[in-house]
């Protein structure tokens, strides 16, 4: 089996093609050209794989569309998972144009090359509970509203309507997972959970003196990324393409997984946590709780990881990372940064 997947270097990226090279997939791979090297994630991955020729990696970008059609003609996959994305809603909202680019003109970019294809070649899309913008704890599962509330949600909007008229249309295998929250080790250092267990590791370490936050009060469904990848791939195993959610149907504010991420490191979160109006988005998504009863039932899929269990893997991974930093001030090998980053 051969698996395209846009977004390798990204936190689900790494994850997915993880899992699905030891299934024993040929994984290809796009990645960005950029001034430095923004393959860190997969790096094992490339270590391992990459003599064997079981991952292969190729420049482009979702908005070149000839190279992503060149692409899909060259590799003829049998599964292309579309995971590539301006993924930042705070971010959306400073480049709504490039954000709702690759959103929508990059996302059927990639659908024609899949249906022009000679061959038939199942399609996957990265939908997301952003697309609800929650406002309060209602269940969400496949038959909600979707209320979007900056140019990053609408954007998965439009793909995820353009990904069910392309499989009513041409029969295509096409899904949308839409995916609640999911985290990582591997996240992003700018989203919310890795940038508070990142400071707590440092902070920990003494390198690091408080944390600047946004709004304490919006509540996720905070999932492991390594349970919701399984999902993205059982989807592209069912009988018959569909929508499914995945959530963990558990919700927590940011101001209790701060909490409980500094409680960890024996350290009392409101000694070293302050808030700025700068990390607070002009339209705030303040609740998401999803339903995955459907994904349940018919892909047997559900969540592994629990909340107390995904913060202490990140926490701890964390501190371990902080520790590594922190030998290498000391030698002054690496310039101490004190701030947070700006988003
Ligand atoms: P991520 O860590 O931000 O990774 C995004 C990936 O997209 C990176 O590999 C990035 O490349 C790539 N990318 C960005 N713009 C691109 C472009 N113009 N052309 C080609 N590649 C581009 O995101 P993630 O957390 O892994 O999420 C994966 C997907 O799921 C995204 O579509 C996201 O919107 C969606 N999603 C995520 C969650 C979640 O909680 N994580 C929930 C629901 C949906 P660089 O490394 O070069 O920047
Ligand atoms: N990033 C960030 N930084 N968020 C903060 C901060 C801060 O300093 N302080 C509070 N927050 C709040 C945000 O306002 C938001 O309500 C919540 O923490 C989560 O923010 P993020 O971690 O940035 O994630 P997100 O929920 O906006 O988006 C993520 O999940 C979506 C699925 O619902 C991203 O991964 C999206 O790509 C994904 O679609």
């Known amino acids: ?114 249906k022009n294809s000679s061959k038939n070649i199942k399609f996957y899309q990265a939908s997301s509970s952003e697309m609800y913008g929650g406002k309060d704890d209602s269940l969400l599962n496949e038959e909600s509203q979707f209320t979007p509330k900056s140019p990053y949600a609408i954007s998965k909007v439009f793909a995820h309507e353009m990904t069910k008229i392309y499989r009513e249309s041409y029969d295509m295998f096409a899904v949308n997972g ?38 304490l009060d919006a509540f996720r469904d ?23 959610v995945l959530a963990t149907g558990e919700s927590h504010s940011v101001k209790e997984f701060t909490k409980k991420a500094f409680e960890i490191l024996d350290l009392d979160w409101k000694a070293y946590v302050e808030t700025d109006e700068k990390y607070k ?6 609740h998401l709780l999803g339903d995955s009863s459907k994904a349940k039932k018919e892909l047997n899929w559900e969540p592994k990881t629990s ?18 930093e922190k030998l290498l001030i000391d030698k002054g090998l690496l310039y101490p940064t004190w701030e947070n980053s700006s988003i």
């Open 1 to 114: 089996m051969k698996a395209l997947v846009t977004g390798i270097t990204g936190q689900d990226g790494y994850y997915l093609s993880k899992l699905l090279l030891e299934k024993g997939y040929e994984v290809h791979g796009l990645i960005r050209r950029s001034s430095s090297f923004n393959t860190s994630r997969i790096e094992p991955l490339m270590s391992k794989y990459e003599s064997e020729n079981k991952l292969k990696l190729y420049y482009s970008d979702l908005l070149d569309s000839s190279s992503i059609t060149s692409l899909i003609n060259l590799i003829e996959p049998d599964e292309v998972y579309n995971l590539a994305a301006q993924s930042h809603v705070a971010v959306s909202f400073k480049n709504p144009l490039y954000t709702s680019q690759v959103g929508t003109i990059g996302v059927i970019s990639l659908l024609e090359a899949v």
């Open 178 to 215: 839409i995916l609640f929250n999911h985290e990582s080790p591997h996240r992003g250092e700018t989203f919310v959970t890795r940038k508070v267990t990142k400071a707590v590791g440092r902070i920990k370490q003494g390198i690091q003196t408080k944390l600047t936050l946004g709004n």
């Open 222 to 244: 905070w999932g492991f990324a390594g349970d919701y990848v399984e999902g993205m791939w059982l989807m592209m195993q069912h009988k018959e393409p569909s929508d499914w």
């Open 281 to 286: 988005r002009p339209n705030e998504v303040k």
């Open 307 to 324: 909340f107390e269990d995904l913060i202490s893997m990140m926490v701890e991974s964390d501190n371990e990372q902080a520790k590594q």
